[in-house]
């Protein structure tokens, strides 16, 4: 609490910080929380992988205010946004069971796919792409039930913490496997088949942003890849377009930059370049 003689000044202060925020913030009630959904992101985790823990009845009751505080800057107004609210975590509770069945075959295809694996508990407690996957699932669903700024913040707080930026609105099947994952960005509209793996550093981006008459960004189109069942990409690739397919099976090598569409089971590589050694002169 602030001493006697600043208070005042903080009045003043917190009034003239409230007139000069977008007009969205100008008001009493708390925005959403994202510290709070870094730790629920934390427990539902833990959840989904401890079924004998009470993550998902802390992480429940911790989420509905978030909820609320976010769908009333929506059009759902205070007296609505308690039950709309109820009714976006019973949704969830019920999806949870699926997303289960979803990451327990991306948990094995991380083990069985990456021979430095020890054992699944690792991959749980300390892969980075387990941990962004498991929070996409959920933020997915969230973003599919149309909940406002939950999803994003739920995808930016395992942003934060590994580095994989995957936008709730993608879509990914089961048996994904993300290898190392530093760096890794996945659009909105990106389409991910089953059973991939993508190594660090790999870009699906948009070619470009279609605009209206007026110059406008258009909103909603297809401006990400689709990557069939089995496709694997390597470090540092990009693949952008919103047409761009890569086949099932096929196999993008590092480094490559890739803006058209590649036939199942190709392999695309960039040209070979001449490596020089240079002897080290002794003086």
Known sequence: MARPGVAKEVATAQRGLRRGAPRVARRRRPLPNADAIAWIAHQLHHALFDAGSSALEDAVEMLTPELIAALTLGPQSQATAPSRARRVILSLLRALPGIQRQLVLDLHAAYERDPAATGLLEIVLCYPGLRALTIHRIAHELHCARVPLIPRMLAESAHDSTGID???????????????????????????????????????????????????????SKRHPTLRDGVTVYANATILGGQTVIGTGAIISAGVLVQESVAAGCTVRAPKTELVVAKRRVT
């Open 166 to 220: 995957i936008h709730p609105g993608a879509t990914i099947g089961a048996g994904f496997f993300i290898d190392h994952g530093t760096s890794v960005v996945i659009g909105e509209t990106s389409i991910i088949g089953r059973n991939c793996t993508l190594y660090q550093g790999v870009t699906l981006g948009a070619r470009r942003f279609d605009r209206h008459g007026d110059g406008s960004l258009r909103r909603g």
